[in-house]
């Protein structure tokens, strides 16, 4: 029975005598709708025993009739209140209805007769809360996660921010500490220490197409939080489901015109600002957003509902970031030989002494703009009919800028008086950079759901959906180098280092020299372009027969999704010159411009004190470029073509699986078939081959990767008592190969000494391969308001991708015998990971005096081991110590108060150390990883009357920094500390 039902379905009822609380629970899970009301106004109230056939009003009716209680239609449930006629306690909130999901509050009405009059909207937190605790414990399989109306009660601007409150949920950086970009520019969502990329994430169960260069991972920050009812972390993948998930799915609920019986709008708007914006160059001005929401329905009998919701938000910041060890040839370790100057990959092999080779100084300035539109129609003429068709529309674009100072040394030159802490190079340059590198996102989706009761015992479920996304990103760049001439740099700045914990310290020997542009000259400008496409077609189809007569049911159905990801990129090089004086026919053959003419007037402090941060004014370097003719000094031909790739790929799943439902227990066992099929047309580069431009050494080549699984599941729910639940799931899911993996560049190198390198994607991978089992036991107390949960889970994962050299003897090519050596990725070895969830939401209404009685505690910690072994391009292998974005620990505490018409919220988020990044293939000295950061957000409101709000909120209360560290045996020391301020809010709500 779909959500809409109709009031007079008849259903089989069983419910024994007993308390009223236990015996609406009861009829609760029965008809599988919501019920809800005070504990306190259940409270030694006792029924008879009920069987037989009755609709859910007639049941309801039954159960209340000898009390002073009454219910009302809120939604898809119900609401039981004191009667009008009932004396009232008029200081207690009206308690827990089935909340309105576009985030709309109202204060709480004392008068009970307009009350009962209209729908019950209910207020607060708490039953945000309660709507939030129904939904997990309707739910057959274990999952997590949070409604609408607590999401809107704090300052979560993307979907990502929302999720990594959810139990057993992070948000980690989508960019590296090795990124040219600002590292939180963008976050991805981490279920249980599994990368974004194994985790699948769907919009009303359908998947939608967000276009990436290289992985699987959504761009969440695209989906505004405005139209969405519930985001939800499903912890466990049954044979419906696809199985591209290791750990979960992600699953992003719309609103629906269905949820009240009236029409509702509200429109929200903030002014904002973040403590970084406007330090830099630019005055960036004041954060803003505004959303708003639409819902009704039509109709004679209201069978026709609407939804709409419309954003637009536009976000400013700056960032100054240290980065002495962010690349893989940044802290580099040398022989004890002092006569041996390259340095060596291994620590053992090494003094034991790290010395700074790249000191990164970045200045960014970042504006975000993003829209976005949806609109939902649904048509529900009776109980047995439910279709919705959902259009949505999302826009982004980042309008990014990064200031380099950038101090390099020539690496194969050791530093002399070297200590462990200590030394001098003699060997080093400074550069100044600038890149200017925006990027605009528009995704569209089309989606529709079909649900259709056949009869009593079976009904059918069809739904679709197509979806298109298109990324253009540009990267503008230019450079100024001390030393550089034409085709090369000539690096002789002398400065002395200090390593710390902290950050590495530099002192110039000569820095009135470093401080001067006219000793710098260009060393490129760089224009370059790429656009990334995804379409996506999805279809699902299912059946499904659960006898009146019979325990036992069943389900099958089929899936089918076509995708298709192209990528394209242009890229030139070239330089600026000085013209003066020079009479040469190719502008090439001039002086390269100084700096002289190119810098900005403001300058920035270095971790020298006595060297400035030079700014580059690119706007004037690339208008000289360009009136010069845009002269080329490099080949940048091979980099246009050796990421371009279009992929096909083809998903066709099928599964069956028997359910059984009988008294408080019920369970289900299925298998599903997944077969992939994916071509990938590129090039392959053979550097063999001559030609004019790098590109004639390109020639087309096509990849096929074809692969299938059997994968079973099998799940059982138990309400051990009317308060207590037990799930217990097996589960084999798949992580289907990084789009990086398939189509990585093909390059076939010159033979030397009769060894020929091929370096090249893998169309033969087949998907990690994880068998999960979880177990989950929930407690709810005070009438549901309240809850403690505990999860644990135990992941095996096999065929895990790792970049392997492989040696091959007597290959032939071209008709020649070579010894080759292939580098490719590769499914290797296996890992485990393993876990405890744990959480509680806690009601004080029940149990605290006037006023402390609006006091709400809410909490989760989870725990996350795992045993896993790295493999390096040569086969050594290393503990890394848990997987890439795997933290141990994850704690999210929240506290709520609500008095009146006032309401706080205090949010804190904590998410311990992890390994970010391997920064290379090759070695043991490359290992970066994150630093434990929390967060403190926080959001006061106030009702002035039932239609306006005032909201004030607060993020990063702290301006905690993003910290990363790179490990040594002898410690740690800074990779990367990113700068991150603190966003205060002010805004207003306004609704009907």
Not at 464 to 478: H, I, K, L, P, Q
């Amino acid at each position: 029975m779909h959500a809409n039902a109709q009031d007079n379905d008849a259903y089989d009822i069983a419910i024994s005598a007993g308390p009223l609380q236990s015996a609406l629970t009861s009829l609760s899970e029965q008809i599988e709708l919501p019920i809800l009301a005070r504990s306190a106004d259940l409270a030694e109230l006792t029924v008879p025993q009920l069987e037989g056939k009755y609709s859910a009003e007639e049941a309801l009716r039954k159960l209340l009739a000898s009390s002073n209680l009454e219910f009302r239609k809120v939604g898809d449930g119900f609401a039981v209140v004191k009667s009008a006629s009932a004396p009232r306690d008029s200081t207690k909130d009206i308690p827990a209805a089935k909340r309105p999901r576009d985030g709309t509050l109202r204060p709480p009405e004392t008068d009970p007769a307009p009350l009962l009059n209209r729908p019950v909207i209910v207020t607060g937190y708490r039953s945000a809360n309660s709507a939030s605790l129904w939904d997990k414990r309707r739910a057959r399989t274990i999952v997590d996660g949070l409604n609408q109306d607590t999401i809107t009660m704090l300052p979560d601007l993307a979907v990502s921010d929302i999720a990594r409150r959810i139990p057993g949920v992070s948000a980690i950086p989508e960019y590296g500490t090795a990124t040219t970009r600002q590292i939180e520019s963008r976050q991805s969502v981490v279920i249980r220490g599994l990368d974004a990329n194994y985790i699948q994430t769907t919009i009303d169960d359908l998947p939608f197409a967000t276009a990436s260069e290289d992985n699987r991972a959504p761009n969440l920050s695209l989906v505004p939080p405005t139209a969405i009812r519930r985001v939800e972390a499903l912890k466990v993948l049954t044979a419906s489901d696809d199985p591209h998930g290791l750990t979960g799915r992600l699953n992003l609920k719309t609103a629906s015109a269905f949820d009240f019986d009236e029409p509702r709008w509200a429109v929200r708007a903030s002014l904002g600002k973040n403590s970084t914006s406007g330090n830099g160059l630019d005055d960036q001005g004041l954060n803003r957003r505004i959303d708003g929401l639409l819902t009704r329905t039509f109709g004679a009998t209201d069978a026709i509902g609407l939804s709409a919701a419309a954003s637009y938000e536009r976000f400013y910041s700056t960032s100054f970031d240290e980065r002495p060890g962010g690349q893989a040839d940044t802290y580099l370790f040398y022989s004890p030989d002092p006569h041996e100057p390259t340095p060596v990959q291994y620590f053992t092999a090494s003094n034991g002494y790290p010395a700074p080779g790249r000191n990164q100084l970045y200045l960014f300035e970042s504006s975000q703009a993003r829209g976005s539109g949806l609109l939902k129609l649904e048509y529900a003429p009776g109980s047995s009919t439910y279709f919705s068709l959902l259009g949505g529309a999302f826009w982004q674009e980042e309008e990014e800028t990064r200031n380099e100072h950038l101090v390099v040394v020539d690496k194969d030159q050791r530093p002399l008086e070297q200590t462990a802490s200590s030394g001098v190079w003699t060997n080093g340059t400074v550069e100044s950079g600038y890149v200017y590198q925006p990027e605009t996102t528009v995704t569209g989706l089309l989606a529709a759901h079909f649900n259709h009761q056949l009869s009593r015992q079976s009904s059918i479920s069809i739904a679709g959906t197509v979806s298109r996304s298109d990324v253009d990103v540009t990267r503008n760049m230019s450079k100024f180098i001390r030393g550089a001439t034409l085709g090369d740099t000539v690096r002789n700045d002398q400065f002395a280092y200090q390593v710390t914990a902290s950050g590495v310290v530099l002192d110039f020997l000569e820095p009135d020299a470093i401080n001067d542009p006219s000793t710098y000259t260009s060393s490129y400008v760089r224009a370059r372009d790429q656009d990334i496409q995804q379409d996506l077609a999805h279809f699902t189809g299912r059946y499904r027969f659960e006898p009146d007569d019979h325990p036992i049911g069943l389900e099958t159905g089929l899936s089918l999704t076509v995708q298709e990801r192209e990528f394209d990129r242009t890229y030139f090089e070239g330089d600026v010159f000085d013209t003066t004086n020079c009479v040469a026919a190719d502008i090439r053959d001039c002086p390269l411009a100084t700096f002289s003419n190119f810098v900005e007037m403001t300058r920035f402090s270095t971790t020298d004190p006595d060297v400035d941060f030079l700014l580059v004014d690119d706007q004037t370097v690339r208008q000289a470029w360009l009136a010069q003719g845009m002269p080329l000094t490099v080949d940048r031909t091979a980099n246009s073509l050796d990421t371009d790739y279009e992929l096909f790929e083809t998903l066709f799943g099928a599964y069956a699986k028997l359910t059984y439902q009988q008294g408080p227990v019920y369970a289900e066992a299925g298998v599903r078939y997944d077969l992939a099929d994916a071509e990938i047309d590129l090039f392959l580069r053979d550097v063999r081959l001559d030609g004019e431009t790098d590109s004639d050494q390109f020639v087309p080549a096509t990849r096929a990767s074809s692969y299938q699984d059997v994968l079973p599941s099998a799940l059982i729910k138990i309400d051990a008592t009317p308060d207590i639940q037990v799930r217990a799931a097996y589960s084999r899911t798949i992580g289907r190969p990084n789009v990086k993996d398939l189509t990585s560049k093909e390059e076939i190198g010159i033979p030397e000494n009769g060894l020929v390198t091929i370096k090249r994607g893998n169309p033969d991978l087949t998907p990690l391969a994880s068998d999960n089992f979880d177990l989950a036991l929930d407690w709810y107390f005070d009438g549901g308001d309240s809850a403690i949960s505990a999860a644990a889970f135990y992941k095996n994962v096999d065929d895990l991708i790792f970049l392997q050299t492989t040696r091959i003897d007597d290959y032939e090519l071209d008709g020649e015998n070579f010894s080759v050596s292939i580098v490719q990725p590769t499914n290797a070895n296996s890992a485990s990971l393993y876990g405890l969830e744990l959480s509680a939401t806690k009601d004080f209404s029940d149990m605290l005096p006037t006023p402390f009685d609006g006091l709400s505690l809410k909490g989760n910690l989870t725990w996350i081991g795992s045993e896993l072994t790295f493999l390096d391009a040569q086969g050594d292998s290393r503990d890394t110590g848990g997987w890439v974005n795997q933290p141990e620990f994850i704690f999210n505490g929240q506290v709520a108060y609500e008095s009146g018409p006032l309401g706080v919220n205090v949010a804190y988020n904590h998410v311990s150390e992890y390994l970010s990044n391997v920064l290379s293939d090759t070695g043991d000295l490359h290992d970066t990883y994150a630093q434990p950061r929390g967060v403190l957000d926080f959001q006061v409101r106030y009702d002035f009357n039932d239609h306006l709000t005032l909201i004030a909120e607060a993020e990063n209360v702290t301006s905690e920094d993003i910290v990363f560290h790179r490990r040594f045996p002898f410690g740690d020391l800074l990779a990367t500390r990113v700068e991150r301020g603190r966003v205060l809010w002010l805004g207003f709500r306004l609704q009907n």
